[in-house]
C-alpha cells in the first residue's frame, strides 16, 4: 500500500503483539520465521477486558517480557535430550523452545499428523485461520532439526528406551461431558445423557451420517441461561 501510494503509514497492532520482531525478520529475509496472529482476540483484546492484562494464545512472552521472550532465550552450555509427547500447539512450542537452544529433542505424536485438536478447530465456519500457528509451529521444529515421530503412542517403554534427561507432556485434554460449564459452573446442563448430544471433537472428527449432502447442518448448544425445558442440544438442517 505505501509502495502504491495508497497510505503514508501502516498500523500491524495484533501481528507486532503475536510476533514484535516481525519487521526484523522480515527485513533480513525471514518471513517465514515470523509468528503469525491468529486473530482470536482472546489474549490481547479479551486479556484486557477480562483479566485486566494483554496476553497472547501465540505468544506466551506477551505481558511478562521482562522474564520471557526469544531474546532471552540463550543458547544451553549443556545439551540435553529432550522427549516431548504430544505434538499439538503445546508439544511443538516446547520442542521449539528446546531445540532453539540447542538441545536435542525428539516428539512423538501419536495421530498421523502433528496439530493436535486444533486441526479439529479449524472445520468450525470462518475458523480456519487459527491453522496457522500450527502450520508455523510444524515449519519451525522441523526447520530445528526436531526428530519428529508420527502415529507413534508413547508408553512407559517407549519413553525409557529414549533414554531423555527430561520429559515434557502435552497430551491435551478431552471435552468434558457432565454438562459443566465454565460460564456457569453452578448449574450442570441437563439432558447430557441424550443419544444426539456428542462432544465437539466428535462433532469435527466424524459429522453425523444421516447429514444430506445438499445441507449444512446447524448445531446449536442451548447451556447458558436457558430454561430447563428447552432441549440441550438442536440440530437444524439449513439450506446452502
Known amino acids: 500500500m505505501i509502495r502504491a501510494g495508497d497510505a503514508d503509514f501502516v498500523s500491524m497492532t495484533r501481528a507486532h503483539i503475536a510476533d514484535p520482531d516481525i519487521l526484523v525478520k522480515t527485513l533480513s529475509g525471514r518471513p517465514e520465521d515470523v509468528r503469525p496472529c491468529i486473530g482470536c482476540n482472546q489474549g490481547c483484546v479479551g486479556g484486557l477486558m477480562e483479566f485486566g492484562r494483554m496476553g497472547c494464545t501465540v505468544n506466551p512472552a506477551v505481558g511478562s517480557e521482562v522474564r520471557m521472550g526469544e531474546e532471552k532465550l540463550a543458547p544451553v552450555t549443556t545439551p540435553r535430550s529432550i522427549l516431548v509427547v504430544g505434538g499439538g500447539p503445546a508439544g511443538m ?12 529433542v525428539t516428539l512423538m505424536e501419536a495421530a498421523q499428523r502433528l496439530g493436535g485438536t486444533v486441526k479439529l478447530a479449524r472445520k468450525a465456519p470462518h475458523r480456519a485461520g487459527i491453522d496457522d500457528i500450527t502450520v508455523w509451529l510444524e515449519e519451525q521444529v522441523f526447520k530445528l532439526g526436531v526428530d519428529v515421530r508420527l502415529s507413534t503412542y508413547a508408553e512407559v517403554d517407549e519413553v525409557l528406551a529414549e533414554k531423555p534427561d527430561a520429559v515434557i507432556v502435552a497430551t491435551g485434554s478431552s471435552p468434558r ?8 459452573s453452578g448449574e450442570p446442563a441437563v439432558g447430557m445423557d441424550s443419544r444426539i448430544v456428542m462432544s465437539s471433537l466428535e462433532l469435527f472428527e466424524a459429522p453425523p451420517a444421516h447429514a ?6 446447524l448445531w446449536t448448544m442451548w447451556c447458558w441461561r436457558r430454561p430447563k425445558t428447552e432441549p440441550l442440544l ?5 439450506k446452502n
Open 234 to 238: 438442536r440440530v437444524v438442517p439449513t
Open 177 to 184: 461431558m457432565d454438562g459443566r460449564q465454565w460460564g456457569n
Open 212 to 217: 444430506p449432502a445438499s445441507a449444512r447442518w
Open 93 to 104: 512450542e516446547a520442542a521449539r523452545v528446546a531445540a532453539f537452544r540447542g538441545h536435542k
